[in-house]
């Protein structure tokens, strides 16, 4: 009995010396974060920006502002390819760069032009970067938009370029777009693809006098077919936050004889595309329903004709925004998803190149019906 327990017991001694422990584990502090990457085409090369944050003045934030902003750190290098870019980074990286924290994804319309497929292959299959970040594009300096920072001492993180969901619930134009809904658009029969764009303005806020430079949503650039349509700026978008059921809110404003009459926020559209084919053409009736409130009344007009003048605006802006997407042959409502759906030989039928063709008339009918549910804090039902 002695000898099984003394057995035991050596047992028990030299059992943890065949642990493997944690002996190549690697410290918070001796590993760089990268939050965003950016990817370029200049003169026949690719371009790689990487931003990184200090995250010890990042966590400070959480308990109370540090006293200044939290440095950027940029890096930047180039090469025949993406992986080749990427990788001269690290010729000079003091500590190893992990790419598991990136949370966007900054692509030039140059180097969109040059191919998606092509450009976006590195992030498809490099393990660290996740499918769920961010996706925007600009014809701006990346560098100069990796630099820009957020109001008062708050981290980069706080941004457009890192956290646009809030904004976007509050002014919805272009939804934020993630880099697997992206993958999934250009890669569906039938769809074109859109990446919202960003750039810098430093035309509406000052700090100290001086005018601060922020990040502004800029409309968006459309693909199909693995190549660029074009841009549109969001001065010509406004149609898209009708044709959109994650839409959250966005304003209209009724003039008569060019002055302002009303203002409105309309909010949580829902859509229905009713596609038909005629002949060789196929043609489309869309249907909004939409809820809102009235922010201004500038002038007494009746309830009525109020929505009926709002009904107005919102159909004009849908056809606009649908016919400078044609110019540059863009589906900006991706029409051609409930046709393919619908009648996918249909649609084969009438696709060139594998693209769905439209033209000014394939949007035959748009109706649009308001429920005015409130006059701001005075609160009511109509109709």
Known sequence: ???????????????????????????????????????????????????????????????????????????????????????????????????????????????????????????????????????????????????????????PLSTLLHEPTENYRQRSYVQPKQFFEFISDIREPGQTGYVPAISLTSNHWKEDQKPKELMKRD?????????????????????????DPQSVRSPIWILEGGKPVASLVIENPKIKIKPFIKGDHAFFDIDIKVSGGINEKLKEIPEKELIRQAEGVIRKEVLDTYKEGVKIRADVYQLGVPLYRQDPHAWNRLSKKGAFVLNEESIQKVTVKLKLKNSGKLKYESR
């Open 219 to 243: 409309g968006a650039v459309f693909v199909r077919n693995d190549r660029l349509q074009g841009w549109l700026p969001e001065s010509k978008l406004d149609g898209m936050r009708w044709m």
């Open 1 to 155: 009995m002695k000898r099984k327990n003394m057995v035991f017991a050596v047992i028990t001694l030299l059992s943890p010396l065949l642990l493997t422990g944690c002996w190549n584990i690697k410290e918070i502090q001796d590993i760089s974060y990268v939050t965003a990457l950016g990817l370029d085409y200049q003169d026949g090369r690719y371009v790689a920006y990487a931003q990184m944050l200090d995250f010890s003045n990042v966590a400070r934030t959480e308990g109370g502002r540090p006293d200044k902003q939290p440095p950027i750190l940029i890096g930047k290098a180039e090469g025949i390819t993406v992986t080749t870019a990427l990788n001269n980074l690290y010729q000079d990286g003091q500590q190893r760069l992990y790419w598991g924290h990136v949370s966007t994804l900054l692509l030039s319309d140059r180097i969109l032009d040059k191919g998606v497929e092509k450009s976006i292959d590195f992030i498809n299959r490099y393990r660290e970067i996740r499918y769920n970040i961010l996706l925007f594009v600009t014809r701006e300096s990346i560098e100069d938009l990796f630099r820009a920072k957020s109001f008062f001492t708050l981290s």
